[in-house]
């Protein structure tokens, strides 16, 4: 079970995004990264392709980000939060370590 999952709320804490809070959009090779709307955007220059239909100039593209350099934002403390894991009715839940409220 993964610490941080898609759609959860994020806080940047490293990076030069540092401060942003969004929403996870994926989780990318093997939970090390996630990808993060609007956190991490660069900018690709593209080539043109008339064979694919593509049409060419610069995209703004969103890359992934290390999972170090995120942590989960808690909502009811206004920070960044640390989270736990604990058994529930024989079920693993998440729970902030700051509150013991379950996350989600």
Known sequence: MRKI????EIIVIAGKDKGKIAQVS???AEGQKVVV???N???KHVRP???KNVQGG???????IDVSNVAIYNTETKKADRIGFKVEN???VRFFKS???LVG
């Open 49 to 51: 392709n008339p064979m």
């Open 99 to 101: 509150t013991g409220k």
């Open 5 to 8: 999952r898609k759609g959860d």
């Open 41 to 43: 955007v660069v900018k």
């Open 58 to 64: 610069i995209e703004s593209i969103t890359k992934p």
């Open 90 to 92: 024989g079920e693993k």
């Open 26 to 28: 994926a989780v990318v």
């Open 37 to 39: 709307d609007g956190v």
